[in-house]
């Protein structure tokens, strides 16, 4: 019983493993195109997503509390993973 406990654990873990790195991958590949910084943040409902600053101006529009807003300092204080500022694009 408890080494099936404890496999399920295991799984659990390797697949939050591999979502963030798949998250990771993604916030990458857009801060390559658009040289753009980007956050990974957990949303709500247990979910990984990338987001970057125009986030912050979309979060704030829904809030009618005005000291829950979210600032650039919140976003990177909550966030999992963000990309560099420097941009990687040579035009």
Known sequence: MKLKK???II??????KIELWIAKMRANRMHRITGRRY????????????VDNKYIN????GLRNKNKRLNIEKLMKMALYATT???VINR
């Open 58 to 61: 979309f979060y704030n529009k």
């Open 11 to 16: 799984r659990e873990h390797l697949i939050d």
């Open 39 to 50: 956050f990974v943040i957990l949303r709500y409902d247990g979910k990984l997503i990338v």
């Open 85 to 87: 500022c420097k941009s």
């Open 6 to 8: 404890l496999k399920a």
